[in-house]
């Protein structure tokens, strides 16, 4: 079942009705924001040995991943990346999520179930140890190199890039009703809060600190295409550029990537933007990390059609453009850092 037709309706309704930081070490790679560094400061060359990456996703994160749509299995192939996935129904034998299964429920709000719920230990232990795939249509590397997966790669699906910000501080992670909290539009929507979001994320820090011999990667969700959603954008800058600043985190081994901003821009006439200097985008550029978000609108600009807000595969590709060299370069930081096994 899709993200789609799950919750095209409740998206519709609300919305009318209503640089990086590619901070895996905190103290190294925040240098590169807005700074052109030395060539040797951002490697973006593969892993020199097969590693193992779990990516927990939906059906947008199914449709990246395939060969013949966003291309992203093959290229971390080519990368030697062994990729293993979750989707919907995955972890029938672990305790549940919201009366599900946990692989079906990837919001914002489940993310505290997954990584600081009284069930992550199984959750994760369980995770670490998959090495199948679970969505269909992506090719990967032939041989299991054996081992736990050292890359934990996570993705809400686009509705959850509707937020609104009332500005309210972030509460503490005791208090914050966005804790386990399906998006679903409707009951539930008012605690879907730019505050509360930050607060999910501020409170995974805590786990991710005490794994340095993982690196996690938190992909923004994606934008829709049903209105503007400016205060989605405003989590989105806030995870790439102040999440791990505001926390003090210093661990090393967390990546952002701004699907949300690099799927706001195309220029006419084209299929993307991916490789020209104009639009947006998150990416190595010029030897450098680069967060561009001035040159596009709040929507997502490669639509599957004028009602579907999954992503076209010229969107997606461009995304794993864009992706794959970041995240050589976030392994290669944090492993030069002393992570990994």
Same mark, same amino acid.
């Given at each position: 079942m899709s993200c789609q037709i799950r919750r095209r309706r409740s998206v519709d309704a609300i919305v009318t009705g209503l640089t990086t930081a590619l901070f895996v070490v905190a103290a190294l790679i925040s240098t590169l924001v807005g700074a052109t560094p030395a060539a040797a400061a951002v490697d973006p060359s593969p892993p020199v040995s097969p590693t193992k990456l779990i990516f927990i996703h939906h059906s947008t994160g199914e449709l990246w991943l395939a060969d013949d749509h966003g291309g992203l299995g093959l290229e971390l192939r080519r990368n030697d990346y062994f990729v293993s996935d979750t989707n919907y129904g995955w972890g029938r034998s672990l305790p549940? %999520?919201?009366?599900?299964?946990?692989?079906?429920?990837?919001?914002?709000?489940?993310?505290?179930?997954?990584? &600081?719920?009284?069930? %992550?230990?199984q959750y994760m232990t369980a995770l670490y140890a998959e090495s199948d795939r679970h969505s269909n249509g992506y090719s990967r590397l032939a041989t299991d190199p054996g081992g736990p997966n050292e890359i934990v790669m996570f993705? %809400?699906?686009? @509705?959850?890039?509707?937020?609104?910000?009332?500005? +309210?501080?972030?509460?503490?992670?005791?208090?914050?009703?966005?804790?386990?909290?399906?998006?679903?539009?409707?009951?539930?929507?008012?605690?879907?809060? #730019?505050?509360?979001?930050?607060?999910?994320?501020?409170?995974?820090?805590?786990? /991710?600190?005490?794994?340095?011999?993982?690196?996690? #990667?938190?992909?923004?969700?994606?934008?829709?295409?049903?209105?503007?959603?400016?205060?989605? &954008?405003?989590?989105?800058?806030?995870?790439?550029?102040?999440?791990?600043?505001?926390?003090?985190?210093?661990?090393?081994?967390?990546?952002? /990537?701004?699907?949300?901003?690099?799927?706001? +821009?195309?220029?006419?006439?084209?299929?993307?933007? #991916?490789?020209?200097? %104009?639009?947006?985008?998150? &990416?190595?550029w010029n030897g450098a990390v680069q967060?561009?978000?001035?040159?596009? &609108?709040?929507?997502?600009?490669?639509?599957? +059609?004028?009602?579907? +807000?999954? @992503?076209?595969?010229?969107?997606?590709?461009?995304?794993?453009?864009? /992706? #794959?060299p970041l995240l050589n370069a976030a392994y290669n930081a944090w492993r030069g850092n002393g992570g990994g096994p």
């Open positions: 549940p %999520s919201r009366g599900e299964d946990i692989g079906t429920t990837t919001d914002i709000g489940d993310w505290w179930t997954w990584f &600081r719920g009284p069930a %992550s230990d993705k %809400s699906c686009f @509705p959850n890039s509707v937020l609104r910000d009332d500005g +309210s501080p972030v509460p503490p992670i005791a208090d914050n009703p966005l804790k386990g909290k399906a998006w679903g539009g409707g009951p539930g929507w008012e605690v879907y809060t #730019v505050a509360n979001a930050k607060g999910i994320y501020l409170d995974l820090l805590k786990y /991710f600190g005490a794994h340095p011999e993982k690196l996690f #990667v938190a992909v923004v969700a994606p934008p829709i295409i049903a209105g503007d959603t400016p205060d989605g &954008r405003k989590l989105a800058n806030w995870l790439v550029h102040h999440w791990l600043q505001d926390a003090g985190y210093t661990t090393g081994n967390v990546m952002v /990537f701004d699907l949300y901003n690099v799927l706001t +821009s195309k220029p006419a006439g084209a299929a993307s933007d #991916v490789g020209l200097a %104009s639009g947006n985008h998150h &990416r190595l967060h561009k978000a001035d040159d596009g &609108r709040d929507r997502l600009a490669y639509p599957t +059609s004028a009602d579907d +807000s999954h @992503p076209n595969a010229a969107g997606l590709k461009k995304a794993t453009a864009e /992706f #794959v």
